[in-house]
């Protein structure tokens, strides 16, 4: 609404009809449940259509006249997209869906359902909750927790810490290099690749934390959304641990409903590459973002197929024996992975990802970083970041450092606390920078 008033209308429209559509399903049987799903959902993914993929589709129309010299009669569209309508569209199919499958009651208070879709912790980034979590929660009286709201507080605190100490400081260099990844050696495309994979997952994480603390503040609990994902061993488990919220809504309502893996094998990789490639296309209306989606496709499509001559080979050459190294291994070669796919959700066009993708291996020569006019300051604040982020997730292996904090004496956990402020004071970059995730 701050860019656009009447954008509040989208989201009226949506509750309007998912409301009373939540209501007649539950009525009804047959075919005429079935219809008004349908209806609920064609215009809840007709508003997606339109303000997110219309230009796109408009765009590629025109792309393919242009191959037989014809004119697209077809205008574009001048609007903005309206910021977090995919999180919200979202949430609001899951609740349509689970009064269907008959897992959820409708809400008959209007006022509650339309909190359940706009609730302001999680209305713009997420987590997409579930009706089954959060609705019955509008309804119980949160009285004040000291430790509860302190809780909520310190999740709040290392959210910022992932945002404006690592996120928006990775963001300096990474900006700089893919800006013009042509002036760039090798060594500084790595740099900015392996940078950008840990700059998004702080800067979505980030958010997720806040959200979620600030909900607890209040006395909501929300879904985890990350666990630590980048220590994941294979492609299935990085999307296990990674938009946890996304991962499941996607597995529930398109993955599971077109077969998952109770089907013949060929069936299963379409399953598998269908709902990424869908993954891919609702992160943004742009053929990188398909690209991405169909890489992490590849990647799990592979490791199942292969996965019995990764365990002989591994076997054979006696890896297997050593439990750590090939855990470290099999985490290292995920993280390439993802990485790699990750420069084709961060650049705008393929000619551009495909360039740095060929020149990752060229000139590994430290003068080609300084050439660039990137400080060695700034490229060491940038790893001591990155090293106390993974410090603080391998501490968190079995258990949450707030709660692990909470037994320890005064002067460590207030010590800890004011050290946290204390980066992100005089470490953070509080420059206008938006979140990721935001432009979903």
């Known amino acids: 609404m701050a860019f656009v008033p009447k954008y509040i209308l989208i989201l009226g429209f949506t509750i309007i009809v998912d409301y009373f559509a939540g209501i007649w399903i539950e009525k009804t049987e047959g075919k005429k449940k079935q219809w008004f ?19 796109f589709l408009n765009d590629n129309i025109t792309a393919l006249c242009g191959l037989v010299h014809a004119q697209n009669p077809i205008p574009a569209l001048s609007i903005l997209l309206p910021i977090g309508l995919s999180f919200h569209t979202f949430q609001a199919m899951s609740y349509t869906i689970e009064v269907y499958r008959g897992n959820q009651k409708a809400e008959r208070h209007f006022g509650v359902y339309a909190l359940y879709v706009m609730f302001y912790p999680q209305l713009v980034a997420g987590p997409i909750e579930r009706p089954q979590n959060i609705l019955h929660q509008f309804y119980i009286e949160h009285k004040f927790d000291y ?100 991962s499941t809504w996607f597995k529930d309502y398109l993955y599971i409903p077109l077969g998952g893996n109770r089907a013949v094998k060929w069936r299963w990789y379409y399953n598998i590459f269908i709902t990424f490639l869908i993954s891919g296309l609702w992160h943004g209306a742009s053929w990188n973002f398909i690209i991405w989606g169909a890489l992490h496709a590849i990647y799990q499509i592979f490791g199942i197929s292969t996965k019995k001559f990764r365990s002989s080979a591994e076997e054979f050459v006696g890896i297997s024996s050593v ?118």
């Not at 799903?37 to 230009?55: C, T």
């Not at 940038?382 to 982020?389: D, E, P, S, T």
């Not at 410090?391 to 207030?414: A, G, T, Y």
């Open 323 to 440: 439990f750590w190294l090939s855990k470290a291994l099999n985490i290292a070669a995920t993280f390439v992975l993802v990485t790699v796919a990750w420069i084709f959700f961060r650049v705008e066009t393929f000619d551009k990802a495909w360039y740095i993708l060929t020149h990752l291996s060229q000139d590994w020569t430290w003068q080609g970083v300084s050439s660039l006019g990137i400080s060695d300051a700034e490229l060491y604040n940038c790893l001591a970041a990155i090293v106390i982020l993974e410090c603080v997730h391998l501490l968190q292996r079995h258990h949450s450092i707030r709660h692990m904090l909470s037994d320890k004496p005064i002067w460590l956990r207030w010590g800890v606390y004011y050290l946290l402020i204390f980066l992100i004071i005089f470490k953070g970059k509080f420059e206008n920078q938006v979140f990721i995730y935001f432009q979903f």
């Open 37 to 55: 799903l349908i209806a609920s959902l064609v215009a809840n993914i007709g508003v997606l259509a339109v303000f997110k993929y219309y230009n």
């Open 147 to 246: 430790t509860r709201v302190t809780d909520g507080l310190k999740l709040m605190l290392w959210g910022l810490f992932k945002k404006v100490v690592v996120a928006d400081r990775l963001s300096v260099v990474v900006d700089h290099i893919y800006k013009d990844p042509g002036q760039a050696n090798g060594l500084t495309l790595s740099i900015a690749a392996v940078f950008f994979s840990f700059q998004i997952y702080c800067d979505f994480s980030g958010y997720s934390d806040m959200a979620i603390g600030s909900a607890q503040v209040m006395g909501f609990k929300l879904m985890d959304n990350f666990n630590r994902p980048y220590f994941a061993k294979n492609i299935g488990e990085f999307w296990r641990r990674w938009h946890i919220s996304l």
